[in-house]
T-cell receptor
Framework: KNEVEQSPQNLTAQEGEFITINCSYSVGISALHWLQQHPGGGIVSLFMLSSGKKKHGRLIATINIQEKHSSLHITASHPRDSAVYICAAPNFGNEKLTFGTGTRLTIIP | EAEVAQSPRYKITEKSQAVAFWCDPISGHATLYWYRQILGQGPELLVQFQDESVVDDSQLPKDRFSAERLKGVDSTLKIQPAELGDSAMYLC??????????????FGAGSRLTVL
C-alpha cells in the first residue's frame, strides 16, 4: 500500500502570500492527484500529474518522481482559496488511491 | 461542464433504519467509485465498479452495506441497518481510464449522512 503524507496539516496565511503544500509518497506511481475540498462541500480535482509541472490559473503543481514528492503552490492567495487540499496516490499495481489526510488552508483577508 | 450527480445531499436517519444514496456519473465514464469520508479524515474507498462489475469492495462492510450498478451507468449505495458510526460524507466519483487524456477523477458533491 502506498503511504501518503502531507505537510503542513494546517496553514494560515495572509491574503497575497505564496502558499506551498507538500506531499510525499512511498511507492512509485503512474500519476498523483491534487484535490480541493471546501468546508462541507464535495471534492474538486485540481490536477493529475505524472511528471514535471502543471499550471492552472494561480495554482501550480509539481512532481519529482525520483524523490517521490509533489508540491502544490498557490500564488497571490485569496480568502476563497481557504479549503482542505488533499493529495492522492495510486497503490502500485491496482491504481487504488491512497489519500493524504489533507492540509487545511486558511487565508486571512 | 459535465458533473457527477448525487442525491440526496443530506440525509438524517435513526439507527437501524435503511438508507440509500444514488450516483449518476459523467456520461461515458466506465469507472465509478463510492468513498466514505469521516469528518477530518481523507476519503476511504468503499467500492469500485468497472462498468457493471465490482472491481474492489474489500473495504465495504458487507453485513450492512450493498452497492450495485446494474446497467453500468448510475449506481446505488445502500446501508441497512444504519449505525451511529455510519455518519459521514458519502462521495461518488467517476473516471474514464480507457481515455488517458481524460483520466481525471471527478467527484460528486457528496451525500452527508447523520445517524441519530
Amino acid at each position: 500500500k502506498n503511504e501518503v503524507e502531507q505537510s503542513p496539516q494546517n496553514l494560515t496565511a495572509q491574503e497575497g502570500e505564496f502558499i506551498t503544500i507538500n506531499c510525499s509518497y512511498s511507492v512509485g506511481i503512474s500519476a498523483l492527484h491534487w484535490l480541493q475540498q471546501h468546508p462541507g462541500g464535495g471534492i474538486v480535482s485540481l490536477f493529475m500529474l505524472s511528471s514535471g509541472k502543471k499550471k492552472h490559473g494561480r495554482l501550480i503543481a509539481t512532481i519529482n518522481i525520483q524523490e517521490k514528492h509533489s508540491s502544490l503552490h498557490i500564488t497571490a492567495s485569496h480568502p476563497r482559496d481557504s479549503a482542505v487540499y488533499i493529495c492522492a496516490a495510486p497503490n502500485f499495481g491496482n491504481e487504488k488511491l491512497t489519500f493524504g489526510t489533507g492540509t487545511r488552508l486558511t487565508i486571512i483577508p | 461542464e459535465a458533473e457527477v450527480a448525487q442525491s440526496p445531499r443530506y440525509k438524517i436517519t435513526e439507527k437501524s433504519q435503511a438508507v440509500a444514496f444514488w450516483c449518476d456519473p459523467i456520461s461515458g465514464h466506465a469507472t465509478l467509485y463510492w468513498y466514505r469520508q469521516i469528518l477530518g479524515q481523507g476519503p476511504e474507498l468503499l467500492v469500485q465498479f468497472q462498468d457493471e462489475s465490482v472491481v474492489d469492495d474489500s473495504q465495504l462492510p458487507k453485513d450492512r452495506f450493498s452497492a450495485e450498478r446494474l446497467k453500468g451507468v448510475d449506481s446505488t449505495l445502500k446501508i441497512q441497518p444504519a449505525e451511529l458510526g455510519d455518519s459521514a460524507m458519502y462521495l461518488c466519483a467517476s473516471s474514464q481510464p480507457r481515455d488517458p487524456g481524460a483520466n481525471v477523477l471527478t467527484f460528486g458533491a457528496g451525500s452527508r449522512l447523520t445517524v441519530l
